[in-house]
Each structure stands twice: as structure tokens, then as C-alpha cells.
């Protein structure tokens, strides 16, 4: 099979390809071919490929190209990991709320709506080229804010783009390592939208053993979760929030501690400017990209953990010693599954089609799919507590005026969408973040004059 990754030059790449190194045994993988424009970032993730083929005594054929048309071409499997804007463009997501007393996020709040307004018309494009190019082939979506920029690309490819997250299973495996038991065993029952998601039963042998879990303070302790909710706080919700919610439940700590150091953007952007600049053996390559992974994964969400004023090093230890999941192994367990391997149970964004059934069929949701050749399928997760269903279907509505606002270029939209999040506080509020967004960033401007 040809695989193809739009957006090749994207520091998680090399997750990707190692991914595919740990299955080559079972996957048929004739070619595995990297698209960017950006030729010195492209040349730059060859060199961490190389040193990975070089550690492994052998790689899979690949390439790496500047011509859309020429990787999407026969294509089985497209992966979509573009940013577009860079993180120069995240800087302003993060900043411009912040300015408000915002939550400033790149997925969560303001910032995952300036990111789609700019990102939602080259996905499509993307898609477009992907039906006229590999009509056949399954999309796959890494791209964030992740739902609804697949939401977006099923407009154009329908059933056949798919949207993951690594969310999710990490949060499904923290509860099975709190459980003492193998996640594999257990039936996760986890509903919502891309990075707004609650699992509302974890199923041992026929039995629902969440309660006893939100009983238990030890345990709960144990888990991330667990230490940024706390043990009352679960209790009163009946339910296990992804960590995201933590934006939702603790606005004004998260804001707060947000303005207590620099954006994230700001950090990485330091750390992967480093990286992109440098230069040597491919081995010097992978070691300098390892490095700045570790350093990465160790600040993610950060800010939420200077708002409970806990120990960042000890958080950061614990996940370089953890047994979480990977893009990449995300990413090639619905390689694998959609290809012909053992049909497997995974935590997708797909076309909702009854699973929540307070949305319509055409909604992209976030909930556990069986997959196998045929496709994602999602499973029914029937109704919901009020509270948790009343921000799914808000956040819906959200995205999709941002689609809209995104693909017609409507100030009108744009300025709808941001005054109907829950995290911006007035109209008035929503109005200043769009005409500073906008001002910030002219070649949007110009899309939404």
C-alpha cells in the first residue's frame, strides 16, 4: 500500500514513520511518501528518518516531496498533519485571548476558532486534491482543532476521512493502570466532541466499576485527572472529563496561570526553531528530535498544572515513564484495522449517525468505532447528563459556524461563532478577539474583508 503524509516537514512526523517501522511485519507498506512545501523542514525530518533506518538496520521505502499532486497520487492512506500559519500562527491563537482574560488554547476556546477560520479552507483543498487524486484512499485526520476539521473534510470525502486524537486512549489507559487492570479488557463508554469528551462507565466482566473508582480517593489521586479534579469534583459530575474540561471548570485558574509565564506557542516555538536550524549526522538528528519530544510532552497542558501550583518536573517525569499512546499509534491502529488486520474498538471522530442522539446523523463526534475494512463505525452511546450534553451541543454549533465562516469567508460568522463559546464572555468580548485576530493576521484579513 502507498501512504502518503500531507504535511510531512510537521514535527510529529517521525512518530509516524516509527510506527510504521514497529509494524512492517504486518503492514504491506510499498511506499510511504512525505509532502510539504517547506523544503528545509522537509530535509531536516529526512535526517531524523535516516537516523531511525540507520538504528533499525532498515526503513521502508519512502520519499519526500514538495508536489501535492505527485504524493496523493494512488495513495491508500493519506494522513493530514498540517498547520497552517505554523506556530507562529499559534502564538496568536494563545496570545490574543489572553489579552481578554481569555482562555488562550489552540484547540480550546478562541484560539481553536482562529485556528480553523485559516485552516478549514486548506483542508479542503487538501481533500478536493485527495478525491480527484486517490478517490479510494481513507483520510486520516490529525490536523487540529481535530473534530471539526474533519467535520469539514467529510464535506468533500464523506465517511472515508476520519479524525484521532491520542486524548482519549491515554485517558482510557490512566483509568486501567488506576483500575489495575488491562485496557484491553474494559469497555471505555466515552462520548463528546474532540477535546470535550467524558467517560461515563468503564465495563469489567459486565459490571460498571466507575463508582467504585470515584469512591476511592487513593486511586483516584493516582491518575492525572484525578490530581486536576479532584475527588469531590468527579463525584458531583458522576462522570470522567478528558482534561480538557479542566479550560471549562477552572476558567479563571487556567487564565490566571496562562498569564503567569509564556504560551506554550511561545516555548515550542523556541524549542523546534532550534531543531529545524540545526544540522549534522542523521543520528545527531534523531537524538536532537527525542530530545525536544521528551522536553515537548513534558509541558504539554502545563498551564493547568500551575493553576494547582503541583510539581511540573514530577508531571513531566511520570509521562517520560508512562505507557501512554502516540499519534503514531493512534495513527496505525486504524492503519492497520482499516487495512485488513484484526478489526479493533478505537476512539474515533466520525459521523455521528445515531450514536449521540441529541445530534444529527452528519455531526462529527469523538466516541469508541469498530473498525475494520469497511470502515469507522460508531457505537451507540444513547443520551447523556444534561450538563455534559448541553456543552456537546453548543460546541457543535460552534464549530460548525466556524466552518461556514471559515469556507465563506463571513466576518458575520466568525464573530456568531466566537460570542456562542462558552469561554468568551460577552458579544462585545467576542467582537475585540476577532478585530485583533484579524489584525494580527492579514492573510486572513484580507479572506474576511
Request: hydrophobic fraction near 40%.
Amino acid at each position: 500500500m502507498k501512504v502518503a503524509v500531507v504535511g510531512g516537514a510537521g514535527f510529529r512526523t517521525p512518530s509516524i514513520y516509527s510506527g510504521v517501522l514497529d509494524r512492517a511485519e504486518r503492514l504491506d507498506v510499498t511506499e510511504i511518501v512525505f509532502h510539504d512545501p517547506d523544503r528545509a523542514r522537509l530535509s531536516r525530518i529526512a535526517a531524523v528518518l535516516e537516523g531511525m533506518d540507520s538504528e533499525r538496520g532498515g526503513g521502508v521505502p519512502r520519499r519526500c516531496t514538495g508536489d501535492l499532486d505527485a504524493a496523493l497520487e494512488g495513495a491508500d492512506f493519506v494522513y493530514c498533519a498540517v498547520r497552517v500559519g505554523g506556530l507562529e500562527g499559534r502564538l496568536i491563537d494563545e496570545t490574543v485571548p489572553l489579552a481578554e482574560g481569555v482562555v488562550g488554547q489552540e484547540t480550546t476556546g478562541p484560539g481553536g476558532i482562529f485556528s480553523a477560520l485559516r485552516t478549514v479552507p486548506t483542508v479542503t483543498e487538501i481533500a478536493e486534491r485527495v478525491a480527484e487524486r486517490a478517490p479510494g484512499a481513507w483520510f486520516i485526520n490529525f490536523t487540529n482543532p481535530s473534530g471539526l476539521v474533519t467535520e469539514a473534510a467529510q464535506r468533500v470525502l464523506g465517511a472515508r476521512a476520519i479524525g484521532i486524537c491520542d486524548a482519549p486512549p491515554d485517558l482510557c489507559q490512566r483509568l486501567a493502570e488506576a483500575l489495575s487492570r488491562p485496557a484491553r479488557e474494559l469497555w471505555f463508554h466515552y462520548f463528546g466532541l474532540n477535546h470535550l469528551g467524558w467517560v461515563s462507565a468503564v465495563i469489567d466482566r459486565g459490571r460498571d466499576v466507575l463508582p467504585e473508582l470515584l469512591a476511592d480517593d487513593e486511586r483516584i489521586a493516582q491518575t492525572e485527572e484525578g490530581r486536576l479534579f479532584g475527588g469531590e469534583w468527579l463525584r458531583a459530575l458522576g462522570l470522567w472529563p478528558n482534561e480538557y474540561l479542566y479550560y471549562y471548570y477552572a476558567t479563571r485558574e487556567v487564565v490566571d496561570a496562562m498569564r503567569s509565564a509564556p504560551v506554550r506557542a511561545s516555548s515550542l516555538l523556541d524549542q523546534q526553531s532550534a531543531f529545524y536550524a540545526g544540522d549534522g549526522t542523521p543520528e545527531a538528528a534523531l537524538a536532537a528530535w527525542r530530545s525536544v519530544r521528551t522536553e515537548r510532552e513534558g509541558t504539554y497542558m502545563e498551564e493547568a498544572w500551575r493553576a494547582l501550583e503541583v510539581d511540573i518536573d514530577e508531571i513531566a517525569a511520570a509521562r517520560a515513564n508512562g505507557s501512554g499512546s502516540s499519534y503514531g499509534d493512534v495513527a496505525l491502529d486504524l492503519l492497520e484495522a482499516l487495512s485488513g488486520g484484526d478489526p479493533k474498538v478505537l476512539i474515533l471522530n466520525v459521523a455521528n449517525r445515531g450514536s449521540l442522539p441529541y445530534l444529527d446523523d452528519d455531526a462529527v463526534v469523538e466516541v469508541p468505532c469498530v473498525v475494520g475494512p469497511s470502515g469507522a463505525h460508531p457505537t451507540a452511546m444513547g443520551d447523556a447528563p444534561l450538563a455534559a450534553r448541553g456543552l456537546i451541543e453548543t460546541l457543535k454549533e460552534v464549530e460548525r459556524t466556524t466552518i461556514e465562516a471559515a469556507l465563506h469567508g463571513s466576518r458575520t460568522l466568525a464573530l456568531r461563532a466566537l460570542a456562542l463559546h462558552p469561554l468568551v464572555p460577552s458579544v462585545d468580548t467576542a467582537r475585540r478577539l476577532l478585530d485583533t485576530y484579524l489584525e494580527r493576521y492579514p492573510l486572513v484579513r484580507r479572506e474576511f474583508a
